[in-house]
């Protein structure tokens, strides 16, 4: 449904018009630490590198003004932003504004080990009461893995965003990168998924997540030495 100025998804108002300087950064849901939030990281960062290092916006304007969420800011808002404009997103590539597709705009990915996601959602659900109750860390998992969670499967957010069209206007980063200067121990940027997973459900996950993402070019090193996702 649209009108004149804006596109209206499932009651949810977006700009109609992407800009070809807009720059998204885009993660699923979750996939931060709750003490290192690369979301809110990057809307520190990205208005630094648009502004040619200006610290102006970044100490004088909000970074939910300065780099808004793309599912919750109003339309209006984001359509009187100043070009070059950054916007952060947990939307699947297919539910972007009409007109990103035809746009120039570029595209940061951030993704995270997925079993760290899945145990940051479980704490996420447990904390939240505007969600259902998890159940246990099992019964969690298992609605992880069908896809009965806000945005859906892990592995079909991925996949849309290795979507051809977008060409070379993506840059793919882990997250276990990012946190490599700021933390020096493996166990430290593994995150906390060795707390929750018996030897039984991992291999479950692993099994379940690979065969998710057969034939899209993405390897995994389930080393829990290297414990990283690789994008070549």
């Known amino acids: 449904m649209e009108n004149e100025k804006y596109l209206t998804y499932h009651g949810l108002m977006c700009p109609k018009k992407s800009h070809s300087e807009d720059v998204f950064c885009i993660s699923y849901s979750k996939s931060v630490m709750n003490h290192i939030n690369c979301t809110v990281w990057m809307q520190e960062i990205i208005p630094l590198l648009l502004n040619g290092g200006d610290f102006t916006p970044v100490q004088t304007i909000p970074n939910w003004e300065r780099v808004p969420w793309l599912e919750a800011t ?4 984001v359509d009187k932003m100043i070009s070059p404009r950054a916007m ?7 539910l972007m504004p009409s007109s990103f597709f035809s746009s120039k705009a570029k595209i940061i990915y ?15 659900h447990r904390m939240a009461n505007f969600l259902d109750n998890p159940g ?3 019964e969690f998992a298992a609605k992880f893995l069908a896809g009965k969670v806000f945005y859906g499967k892990w592995a079909d957010h991925v996949k849309s965003w290795r979507n051809p069209d977008i060409g070379d206007r993506i840059l793919y980063i882990k997250y276990e990168e990012m946190i490599q200067v700021k933390l020096q121990s493996y166990q430290e940027i593994a995150g906390d998924w060795k707390n929750h997973f018996s030897p039984e459900l ?16 993405i390897r995994f090193y389930w080393d829990e030495e290297e414990n990283e996702i690789s994008f070549n």
């Open 88 to 94: 952060v997103s947990h939307m699947p590539y297919h």
């Open 136 to 138: 246990t860390f099992e």
């Open 110 to 124: 951030i993704t995270r080990d997925p079993r760290d996601v899945l145990v940051s959602s479980f704490h996420f």
């Open 74 to 77: 109003p339309a209006l808002f």
């Open 202 to 217: 991992e291999a479950k996950f692993i099994a379940a997540i690979n065969e998710e993402m057969k034939g899209y070019g």
